[in-house]
Antibody, heavy 120, light 107 residues
Framework: EVQLVESGGGLVQPGGSLRLSCAAS????????MSWVRQAPGKGLEWVAN????????YYVDSVKGRFTISRDNAKNSVYLQMNSLRAEDTAVYSC?????????????WGQGTLVTVSS | DIQMTQSPSSLSASVGDRVTITCRAS??????LGWYQQKPGKAPKRLIY???SLQSGVPSRFSGSGSGTEFTLTISSLQPEDFATYYC?????????FGQGTKVEIK
């Protein structure tokens, strides 16, 4: 059974940093692209970033470029999101999601997410 | 960025009704579009990929169509478990972008 479990969320002040983790199981993690997607409270879904199997390609939504970094450790079956210079508008539930083994396949499995609250 | 305009933003319907949700892309995206269903507090569920391909395990009352800039998700006969919010997602060009969502409520 595919499982994605996020951790690392919490309350952080504006300008602060946070590192999210997503532990994957139930599939060959190193074979899949992986994504982060977020959802602000009561709002819609926003794709944030994704990463190729070997980490050689990464893509971001414009609003997080230069502030967020996606990475992965295939030995630990984990994908990460380092978030710096956090802003109030980054407040959301952040979920990791499994894409496909080839580029351009939308996510099929999602985690339940971890809440990030940016507030003073 | 490609803008996805989803309509309506909400609708009220009865069990058994035929429901259609539309997504329009600000530029052509071929058939690089999927549809998701999300229930409160739950992760999104992929219903349709490649505009018209039904995800395994999803009931056949769900169907998708379209290509280029206009896409539709149709529920042929709405069931009680279908009351949820639906999102389209384009994956033709980075950054991938979602529609704003359509909340389907009980009439």
């Amino acid at each position: 059974e595919v499982q994605l479990v996020e951790s690392g969320g919490g309350l952080v002040q504006p300008g602060g940093s946070l590192r999210l983790s997503c532990a994957a199981s139930g599939f060959t993690f190193s074979s899949y692209w992986m994504s982060w997607v977020r959802q602000a409270p009561g709002k819609g879904l926003e794709w944030v970033a994704n990463i190729k199997q070997d980490g050689s390609e990464k893509y971001y939504v414009d609003s997080v470029k230069g502030r967020f970094t996606i990475s992965r450790d295939n030995a630990k079956n984990s994908v990460y999101l380092q978030m710096n210079s956090l802003r109030a508008e980054d407040t959301a539930v952040y979920s990791c999601a499994r894409e496909g083994v080839v580029r351009g396949v939308i996510p099929d499995y999602w985690g339940q997410g971890t809440l990030v609250t940016v507030s003073s | 960025d490609i803008q996805m305009t989803q309509s309506p933003s909400s609708l009220s319907a009865s069990v058994g009704d035929r429901v259609t949700i539309t997504c329009r892309a600000s530029q052509g995206i071929r058939n690089d579009l999927g549809w998701y269903q999300q229930k409160p507090g739950k992760a999104p569920k992929r219903l349709i990929y490649a505009a018209a391909s039904l995800q395994s395990g999803v009931p056949s009352r769900f169907s998708g169509s379209g290509s280029g800039t206009e896409f539709t998700l149709t529920i042929s006969s709405l069931q009680p478990e279908d009351f949820a919010t639906y999102y389209c997602l384009q994956h033709n060009t980075y950054p991938w972008t979602f529609g704003q969502g359509t909340k389907v409520e009980i009439k």
